[in-house]
């Protein structure tokens, strides 16, 4: 699966099955939502991060820090990435190899929340350390927006994935980019499409096996529908709609049988070896 592409040896049940536990303060605006489904497209930054499928959550797991982040010639231990390297864009590159621990986003002094300088250091991440195009302030305010709102949980450490947060996922991205069309920003809203298209595809790659051919095919199939409304704000309310009473509880009922469930992925992970 495409997220074991960056993941240390060892930590595959890990990263399939459990996300570091992230607590949410109350947002100052709606606007966190957004910033949260922006915070997973693979399409904000660009370049070789989309085109590997890569997000802001792929470093920094439910706003956290992904401690089992390992990507060859990027990384040294896991959880460490050397941010100035060329291979993600040239404007701060240098050409020293020099891994740093990524940051858990939730932890005090980790990152300014500071109003006057977040929004300028995330813009900088998505356009000089990768090779995102300028964020709409729009966007880009919603991004600071939830990142504003991270916390550690004082109770747990880790909570499970499943396939609920993927889906909440594909609903949250759809009326994040309609609430961008709204707003007069075309670029994000095409972003926002593309990152639920890119969450269908995780969800269609754990629905593995003979029997779950039906369920895939129709995830193919509302993937090209939503593509097709991409622009719209209208038809993209009339696909999110229909996902969510047909295809989203027919998933759900899928769940157990794909490798959402625990079983299976200790299944297919014995197989791999």
């Known amino acids: ?20 536990a992230s607590c949410r303060e109350p947002a100052a605006s709606g606007d966190a939502a957004i910033g949260e489904a922006l915070f997973h497209a693979p399409a904000l930054l660009g370049g ?18 992904s401690a089992w982040f390992f990507l060859e010639g990027i990384s040294g231990e896991p959880g460490t990435a050397d941010i100035s390297s060329s291979f993600f864009a040239l404007p701060r590159a240098n050409p020293v190899f020099d891994p740093r621990p990524i940051p858990d986003l939730a932890q005090p002094g980790k990152i300014s929340r500071d109003a006057a300088s977040l929004e300028p250091f995330l813009r900088g991440l998505i356009v000089e350390e990768f090779a995102g195009a300028e964020p709409g302030p729009a966007a880009l305010a919603a991004l600071a927006g939830y990142v504003r709102t991270l916390r550690v949980c004082p109770e747990k450490d880790s909570e499970a994935k499943r396939m609920a947060s993927d889906l909440s996922l594909v609903s949250g ?24 298209r890119f969450r269908l595809g995780l969800i269609e790659e754990r629905m593995a096996g003979e029997g779950l051919a039906p369920i895939r095919r129709r995830l193919l199939a509302a993937s090209r529908e939503l593509a097709l409304a991409a622009g719209k704000a209208q038809q993209l309310g009339i696909w999110r709609d229909r996902f969510e009473r047909d295809l989203h509880p027919a998933l759900l009922r899928s769940e157990t049988s794909s490798r959402y469930d625990p079983g299976q992925v200790d299944r297919w992970l014995a197989w791999r070896r």
């Open 1 to 20: 699966m495409q997220a074991l592409n960056w993941t240390a040896a060892g930590h595959e049940r890990e990263v399939l099955l459990e996300q570091p």
């Open 48 to 65: 070789q991060a989309e085109r590997a499928g890569l997000s802001c959550a792929g470093c920094h797991a439910n706003g956290r820090r």
């Open 173 to 196: 991205s759809i009326n994040a980019a309609i609430a961008m069309l709204e707003r007069g920003e075309g670029g994000s809203a095409a972003v926002l499409v593309k990152a639920a």
